[in-house]
């Protein structure tokens, strides 16, 4: 089963301020384009939420908020501010898929956004125009897919390599080393570096921590926490300490904090 890597923090707490549903992509999409998400919120009078999600190894193509543009795979958590009422579709470009999708590979957006027109050029506006009003959402993700359809190309088979080695991690959780994921894929860790540099964006370290660190915060956000300790060696880290500063590095929470902070969310929400 796949690791879910929607990595929205403090879900308890998200829960009761907005709502996020996914949607799939046209079939002509679904070879370069994971999934489209619609995040919606109707926040009360002076009411500010403030909403971080853990980075990911994906290209964002995000419509509708003061956010809008292409994302490329970040190194840090996103924080966005909601207030008021409001909506944010993005369309999210699977792992070594968008130069062939946008025209250009994860490294021309890594770490920072790129204004929608300039990445996809005036085709852009009409989705744009439709993010901002009132359009059902089958009806935007129809008016997205047609945006990006027209620059969609077939993977090469170097892109198609990245793809599947993202996607062998994303449904392997043993996969806690560089060295194991370039085994399931039969490269040679240099092989797979390059390929990641070239099509990812990131280096498999950088993927596989990513997707460590996920893993945890959902752990830490479940109702069986586990120890400290056996977390850090379920997930591969040589120690407790290594996770702890691992995880606050990121998150900006400690783990054990972090976990305190979701039990007292539930409990105010129930």
């Not at 070594?96 to 990445?119: E, I, Q, R």
């Not at 860790?189 to 390929?195: G, I, K």
Request: hydrophobic content about 45%; some cysteine.
């Amino acid at each position: 089963m796949a690791r879910a890597l929607q990595g929205v923090l403090h879900r308890n707490a998200a829960a009761s301020k907005f709502t996020l549903t996914q949607h799939a992509p046209a079939p002509a999409l679904r070879e370069q384009l994971e999934y489209h998400w619609i995040v919606r919120w109707g926040l009360p009078g002076a009411t500010v939420h403030e909403q971080r999600v853990l980075p990911n190894l994906s290209t964002h193509v995000v419509f509708g908020t003061e956010a809008a543009g292409v994302w490329g795979p970040a190194r840090s958590v996103f924080s966005i501010t909601l207030r008021g009422s409001g909506m944010a579709l993005g369309a999210r470009v699977r792992p070594g898929c968008c130069a062939a999708l946008l025209g250009k590979p994860a490294t021309a957006f890594a770490g920072h956004s790129v204004p929608l027109v300039d990445a996809l050029g005036p085709s852009a506006r009409p989705a744009t125009t439709a993010a901002n009003g009132s359009v059902p959402d089958a009806e935007l993700v129809g008016l997205v897919d047609d945006v990006l359809a027209a620059g969609a190309r077939p993977l090469s088979a170097a892109e198609r390599n990245a793809r599947d080695a993202v996607r062998l991690l994303a449904h392997d959780p043993s996969i806690t080393r560089v060295g194991r994921l370039a085994a399931g894929t039969g490269m040679t860790v240099r092989t797979l570096q390059r390929l990641f540099a070239a099509h990812v964006g990131t280096s498999p370290k950088w993927a596989v921590r990513i997707h460590r660190l996920h893993d945890a915060a959902a752990r830490l956000a479940s109702d069986f926490v586990p120890s400290q300790a056996g977390l850090a060696a379920e997930l591969g880290y040589s120690d407790q300490a290594h996770f702890v500063r691992d995880f606050t590095t990121v998150v900006g929470t400690p783990p054990a904090s972090y976990a305190r902070q979701q039990k007292v969310t539930e409990q105010v929400r129930n």
